[in-house]
């Protein structure tokens, strides 16, 4: 006779005072944990990369000065919207560094007081960040 022969047939057990826990909560005692909270998404954010900011030049400077000064004639004189490729640095906002975004839009205004770009969408960029400009 085997060890648990006197029991293999028997029926499952079913408690009469509990109900059956569901399969979902059941499985979840089965599964990993993280030892670490957050851990993971500490690495995940140590490995993302960001660029550094240029720093133009004074020629590039001078450049980029004629350009803004051209676009900003052009509002003035004709009331239009020229169309603009605008190249800037958007900082990252958790780490050192950023990223240089390609921006295609009209642009209304030029302000040399509050040092902004206006685009007729509404869109802003920091003078100070745009490395380059390129009407179309």
Do not use: C
Request: charged share 30%.
């Amino acid at each position: 006779m085997g060890k648990y022969d006197d029991i293999i047939n028997l029926p499952h057990p079913v408690s009469k005072t509990h109900a059956p826990m569901p399969r979902a909560q059941r499985a979840a005692q089965f599964s990993p944990f993280a030892a670490l909270t957050g851990y993971d998404d500490a690495v995940r954010e140590t490995a993302r990369l960001t660029e550094a900011r240029v720093e133009l030049d004074r020629d590039a400077l001078d450049a980029l000065d004629r350009t803004l000064h051209a676009l900003e004639e052009r509002i003035a004189a004709d009331k239009v919207r020229p169309e603009a490729q605008i190249r800037y640095f958007v900082p990252d906002e958790r780490k050192a560094g950023g990223r240089y975004v390609i921006l295609r839009g009209a642009v209304k205004k030029i302000d040399e007081y509050s040092g902004v770009l206006l685009l007729t969408d509404g869109k802003k960029i920091p003078l100070g960040d745009i490395l380059s400009i390129e009407p179309i």
